[in-house]
């Protein structure tokens, strides 16, 4: 596929020292959560084809920040913590994408997002792929735009994240975007303005915050025909959880697709890491697309 996404990705500069040391934090079932029932935002136009319409909408991340400067003192947020918005605020005030045990990077879209989605296009038409009815969930989600995307396509979505508020204020949003108020724009237009309802989220989509050992403590097995991943590996802390949730909740006979950078600097993780020990646990790995410079990026396919 030769079209470029205009995801407007920041420098991948290397993420913060990482520190072995794992917070877990609670598996919970998220609502959309609003002062009102409708309110103005932001949303990044992205182009995924030729076709002027062919677009997904994602909130502005500044927007985002205003939303949490207006609402907050972003001098005087607490000690690290899991709850409320106390993560992205930290991340805000700190400019770090990453604090480990904190903040796992939810609102950056990063390059893994558009790799993903420009493989899930090229499957489904070529026949590989279908998910009109297929369950999917995204762990790992922030943006939540594969996720969304295979939602458009008549799937029915889960959205896992970290950080609950990242998922109020930035997947949520996304998803709304993209379904029950797509915004008019023209075709010179970046961005848009427009309302969202959160109280009108889709059915078929829900929202999962907290930890991947939790959350396989917490949901029944053998749910999702199709487990989407992106740019879920920079911590090799972090694979045997992830695997372990894939494995519980995979139905017999489904996959999963991660994207992910041959190597991410300042962090312990790597494809090479991640794809021996994914073996090692007895899943099949397939690279299915390879693209980028210097370390590379890939997209590989894991049979359970």
Request: charged content about 20%; glycine content about 8%.
């Amino acid at each position: 596929m030769s079209f470029t996404f205009n995801f407007g990705f920041a420098d991948d500069k290397p993420a913060e020292e990482e520190v072995p040391t794992h917070v877990a934090a609670p598996f919970k079932h998220v609502l959309p959560t609003s002062l009102c029932d409708s309110y103005p935002v932001i949303a990044d136009i992205i182009r995924i084809s030729e076709s002027e319409s062919d677009c997904l909408f994602k909130r502005n991340v500044a927007d985002v920040k205003f939303e949490v400067a207006a609402t907050d003192d972003m001098e005087a947020f607490p000690l690290p913590s899991q709850s409320g918005a106390a993560a992205v605020r930290q991340s805000i005030v700190s400019g770090s994408d990453l604090i480990a045990g904190v903040y796992e990077g939810g609102l950056k879209t990063w390059e893994g997002v558009g790799d993903l989605i420009g493989v899930l296009m090229r499957l489904t038409e070529e026949g590989q792929v279908h998910l009109d009815s297929k369950k999917v969930l995204e762990i790992g989600c922030g943006s939540g735009l594969p996720g969304i995307w295979c939602l458009q396509k008549g799937a029915e979505v889960d959205f896992q994240d970290y950080n609950e508020d990242v998922l109020q204020l930035v997947t949520i949003p996304n998803v709304l975007l993209n379904t029950v108020n797509k915004p008019t724009f023209s075709s010179t237009d970046a961005t848009v303005e427009c309302d969202i309802t959160p109280p009108a989220i889709p059915t078929s989509c829900h929202f999962y915050a907290g930890d991947w050992t939790n959350m396989s403590a917490s949901v029944p097995p053998q749910q999702y025909d199709i487990i989407l991943a992106s740019e879920t590996i920079y911590t090799a802390f972090s694979y045997a959880s992830q695997l372990s949730l894939m494995k519980h909740v995979i139905k017999q006979g489904g996959v999963a697709y991660v994207a992910a950078k041959g190597m991410y600097f300042g962090c312990s993780g790597s494809l090479e890491m991640f794809v021996r020990f994914a073996e090692s646990q007895g899943v099949t790995v397939e690279r299915i697309w390879r693209g980028g410079e210097g370390v590379g990026r890939e997209v590989v396919k894991l049979s359970f």
